[in-house]
């Protein structure tokens, strides 16, 4: 199936994010996980890529695994991050051969203490690149870009950064998932922008149920995400309880999911974080368990 059909017609597209584990252990955990989070079907199941590809083969081991034992289509992440032209042709080779459904195209971040990204010699410097090499030599993969409610952090202004998107769609990309945010108003007015100039791929929220306090200020310092001031004072009241914590940020990503479902969103990235307990909390409360097609 095209990546862009399952966020057609109501549909409500469904798809998890996981991360490569470090240990063996971690990645029986992630299994049992994501077995669990089968329960709610699906479209794709997304890994990420590490920084400066250092989970390159792991991400694709990954990803073959959960094809293999759940059946469900998969995506790779990708950055450009330290790769040439051809080690990225190389790694899409790979994923190729892996039987991969799709790529998430992606820059990536300036590796740890540099605060530019440089592409290295022969190199790409933006997605939008990698976005064209992919369409023009890998036609077959079906392509999402990550998308900026609250505006990429090194963009000048959001004006400017919504070309740039554009430039990714225009060479290409099928949907579009945002990086997290807790401010519908913020994905409804980029909604609207996208709209505005002409930006016609599905957009796909991306969400992160926060269930517990100390999650808070790595999510703002990694991306920049904005986290209601009052939502963040009912975690810090109750630092102490972590089943308490855990129940406030579900209901807290309960009632934003539900907006979004109501202002009619193509469909949904849950950034799981290799848990299967917060989203599945999530999305029986919104009923998800039968199987929309
Ligand atoms: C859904 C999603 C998944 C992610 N997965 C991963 C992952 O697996 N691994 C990882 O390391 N990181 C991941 N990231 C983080 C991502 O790599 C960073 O946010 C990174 O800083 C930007 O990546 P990008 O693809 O959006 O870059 P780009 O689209 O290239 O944008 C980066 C910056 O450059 C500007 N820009 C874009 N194109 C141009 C152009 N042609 N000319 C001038 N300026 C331009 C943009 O406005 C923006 O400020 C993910 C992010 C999202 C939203």
Excluded: W
């Excluded at 990546?3 to 992630?30: C, H, I, N, V």
């Excluded at 990708?78 to 051809?86: E, Y």
């Excluded at 993969?141 to 609250?150: D, H, K, L, Q």
């Excluded at 920049?224 to 630092?239: H, I, K």
């Amino acid at each position: 199936m095209k990546l862009g059909d399952y966020y057609q017609s109501g549909r409500m597209g469904l798809s998890f994010e996981l991360f490569p584990p470090k240990t063996p252990a971690g990645e029986a955990a992630l299994m049992k996980h994501c077995g669990a989070l089968m329960e709610f079907h699906p479209d794709v199941v997304t890994c990420t890529y590490g920084a400066g590809g250092s989970t390159r083969e792991k991400t694709l081991e990954i990803v073959r695994q959960v094809k293999q034992k759940f059946g469900v289509p998969v995506a790779s992440h990708l950055t450009c991050v330290g790769s040439t032209k051809q080690q990225l042709r190389d790694y899409l080779d790979a994923a190729n051969r892996q039987q991969v459904d799709y790529i998430v195209a992606l820059r990536g971040d300036p590796p740890r203490g540099e605060k530019k990204f440089r592409p290295v010699s022969d190199g790409l410097s933006h997605a939008n690149e990698l976005v064209s090499l992919i369409r023009s030599e890998y036609s077959h993969f079906g392509i999402a870009v990550g998308g900026y409610p609250e505006m990429h952090q090194e963009a000048p202004d959001p004006h400017i950064d919504l070309e740039n998107l554009k430039r990714k769609v225009d060479a290409g990309a099928d949907i579009v998932i945002t990086q997290l945010f807790y401010n519908n108003e913020a994905f409804f007015v980029f909604r609207d922008r996208c709209d505005k100039i002409g930006l016609e791929v599905p957009l796909i929220p991306g969400i992160l149920p926060v269930t517990n306090y100390s999650q808070v200020h790595r999510l703002a310092s990694l991306c920049g995400a904005n986290l209601p001031r009052r939502f963040v004072q009912a975690l810090a009241d109750c630092e102490d309880d972590a089943e308490q914590q855990f129940q406030i940020g579900v209901d807290y990503a309960i009632a934003q999911v539900n907006d979004l479902i109501q202002q009619q969103v193509a469909g949904m990235h849950f950034y799981v974080l290799n848990k299967s307990q917060a989203a599945s909390a999530v999305l029986a409360a919104l009923g998800r368990s039968e199987k929309t097609t």
